[in-house]
């Protein structure tokens, strides 16, 4: 039974290849990296999170409507495949202080702004963490009316139905439900980013995949301790 829904708007997925390498010693030891054709992937999601609610209460103001950046890497455990997530900024500092107390994910507080400005679509993020290196993206950019091919590795990077997390020594699985992406091709330019500077990867210096989402009602199950 879930016990959260959201809807989603206005999601913007940018992707980069990496080598395996430089990003294995990021993520627990218990997941195995999840590689397309030899090689991971680092994935940057933009979106707006609407109507966020627990199951059977109603959207809690400040925690309901937010926007997003997170940063995530394919992961597998007992051939099962999923996400893990480096980083989640939102600029809904309560959604921050419940989502990340125990340490159940990374969430940061960021100032944000989205705006769509006769089909332009702006996103700009900055982290207002005192103890953390800041963290910043900026985008501008056209949705193409034509949608996108679904390639086997389009399908590969999107469509996704769970997320790890490492709580303490535990390591718990989220399930989650929603319908097949419908993906449209987009056209624009990164204007900053500066984004899991630790992993060493380069952003600027290679063009990434780029994929959008109208929309989507996401539903989110309780977490699961793996063993």
């Not at 980069?16 to 218990?30: C, F, G, H, K, L």
């Not at 994910?105 to 800041?134: C, Q, V, W």
């Not at 399908?155 to 997320?163: A, D, G, H, P, S």
């Amino acid at each position: 039974m879930w016990v959260m829904k959201q809807t989603l708007h206005d999601l913007l997925f940018l992707h980069w290849s990496v080598d395996p390498a430089e990003i294995r010693n990021y993520i627990p030891e218990e997941l195995e990296l999840d590689l397309y054709d030899n090689r991971a992937w680092l994935g940057i999601i933009l979106f707006k999170a609407r109507r966020t609610r627990a199951r059977f209460l109603p959207p809690i103001p400040g925690t309901a409507n937010f926007l997003e950046v997170n940063v995530r890497t394919y992961v597998k455990y007992k051939k099962k495949s999923g996400v893990y997530f480096f980083s989640l900024d939102t600029n809904s500092k309560l959604a921050v202080e419940i989502a990340s107390s125990a340490g159940f994910l990374p969430y940061r507080k960021a100032r944000m702004a989205a705006d769509n400005n006769k089909g332009t679509i702006k996103f700009h993020s900055r982290t207002i963490e005192a103890a953390l290196p800041i963290e910043s993206i900026a985008v501008r950019y056209k949705v193409k009316e034509e949608e996108a091919v679904s390639t086997n590795l389009e399908k590969w990077l999107t469509e996704r139905y769970c997320l790890w997390t490492k709580a303490g020594k535990r390591l718990l699985r989220v399930d989650i439900e929603h319908e097949p992406w419908h993906l449209k091709y987009v056209t624009g330019e990164i204007q900053e980013i500066k984004m899991a500077q630790y992993l060493g990867k380069d952003f600027e210096s290679e063009s990434p995949m780029a994929h959008y989402a109208e929309m989507i009602e996401v539903k989110l199950f309780p977490p699961t301790v793996e063993r």
